[in-house]
Every structure is written in structure tokens, then in C-alpha cells.
């Protein structure tokens, strides 16, 4: 599993665990391990794991959720599928629960001969900034444009899109991430800014040149 992958995995069993208590309390496992298993999301033996090997509803739905934390973001969109006709507030809960706080950058890789204000590598930092400043936006597809300006795709955006669906903040963290991932010579700190800049973010330009310039500061004198 590659880095993507692993931070899409780590967002999904992230919204599973913190609405764990509601959807032990909440779910009928039947009808969901039903629809499931009808899209090959879960096994035949998995099927009969969860609903017969559990004597009590609430046991069902733990083995449920435990099956369903090593199925993936695919799987946890089929999930989400499955609740829509008759647990829309557990959707509601899902959707509305935040990405997990991105990991720092190990100190070994913040070195005096990379970091200048322009050349240096985007941050999880940097990140979390720019999630934020788009999320306040007057549109909130305004981070389609963000992300056409570096390069993506339509079939991309709609990719991003089905993988967390009415997650606005995961999809703007997925399509980062991946920018980042995915053009490692090209993503730089001066080339979002000046992306930012095009669509008329200056502020939050602003403010990630400043955060570099800070860096480099202290590492200087350091």
C-alpha cells in the first residue's frame, strides 16, 4: 500500500472508530450485511461471522465494523451506500466527522540545504492551512479550481469526489496529498502559492511564504 492509500485507509477507520458508540447502538446489522455481501464487499463466511456467531445485535454490529475496518475506502463507501435508505443520521455523522490530524514531517527531512522560501517542499502544515482557507470560501467547490491550476484531471476530481462523497475537507486533503505524492520534483512551496495566487488567495499565500521564511530562520541559527 502506497502513502495515499495508507492516509485514505487511515481517514475511513478514523470516521468508523469515532462514531463507533452510535453505530454499535444504532445499526441493524441484517439489511447492511445483506447489501454488502449482494456488492462483494464482504464474504460469505464474513456474512455468516457477523450475524451467527453474535447473539446479540450490538455484537453483531462490532464484528460488522471490525470486518469493514480492513476493507478499505471502497469498502466504506459501500457501507455508506448501504445506510442511506434507513440510517441517514448515521450518514450524517459519518460525513460530518473530520479527516485524522495529518502526522508532522520527521526532523531528519527538514534539512538547511532544501528549505528557501520558494524551493521548498510542501509541509502537512502547509497543507492543513490551505484545507482550511478553502473550506471558508464562499464556494465550496472552489478547491476544483485549486486543484485544476496543479494539474488535475476531470476524471480525477470525480475520482476524489466518489472515494467521499459530501466530505468537502477529505477531498480537499486527498487531492493535496495526492498533488503531493504524485509530483515529487514539481510540488513545491512556491509553486501552490503561486497557484493560491491565481485565485486570488494572496492572504493565504502570504502566509505559507511567511511560515517558510520562519523555518529557514530558525534553522539558520540553529
Not at 502506497?2 to 441493524?28: A, C, G, M, T
Not at 440510517?87 to 460530518?96: E, R, Y
Not at 502547509?126 to 478553502?134: E, G, H, P, T
Amino acid at each position: 500500500m502506497d502513502l495515499k492509500e495508507d492516509w485514505l485507509d487511515s481517514v475511513h477507520i478514523h470516521k468508523l472508530k469515532k462514531n463507533r458508540v452510535e453505530l454499535v447502538r444504532d445499526l441493524l446489522p441484517d439489511p447492511v450485511c445483506d447489501y454488502l455481501l449482494a456488492e462483494y464487499v464482504i464474504s460469505q463466511e464474513e456474512y455468516e461471522q457477523i450475524l451467527y456467531c453474535n447473539q446479540t445485535t450490538a455484537g453483531r454490529n462490532r464484528k460488522l465494523l471490525d470486518i469493514l475496518a480492513t476493507k478499505g475506502p471502497n469498502g466504506f463507501n459501500e457501507f455508506r451506500t448501504a445506510l442511506l435508505a434507513d440510517f441517514k443520521w448515521l450518514v450524517d455523522a459519518l460525513d460530518s466527522t473530520p479527516p485524522p490530524p495529518s502526522k508532522p514531517l520527521p526532523v531528519e527531512s527538514q534539512t538547511k540545504s532544501t528549505i528557501t522560501p520558494q524551493t521548498s517542499d510542501v509541509t502537512d502544515e502547509d497543507i492543513d492551512v490551505v484545507v482550511q482557507s478553502l473550506l471558508t470560501s464562499g464556494s465550496l467547490m472552489s478547491w476544483k479550481f485549486v486543484a485544476r491550476k496543479l494539474g488535475f484531471k476531470e476524471d480525477k476530481l470525480n475520482e476524489i469526489e466518489y472515494r467521499s462523497p459530501r466530505d468537502i475537507r477529505a477531498q480537499i486533503y486527498e487531492m493535496l496529498f495526492y498533488w503531493r505524492l504524485e509530483n515529487t520534483y514539481r510540488a513545491r512551496h512556491g509553486v501552490l502559492c503561486d497557484v493560491l495566487v491565481a485565485e486570488g488567495r494572496i492572504a493565504t499565500a502570504e502566509m505559507l511564504r511567511r511560515n517558510h521564511m520562519k523555518k529557514e530562520v530558525k534553522l539558520e541559527a540553529s
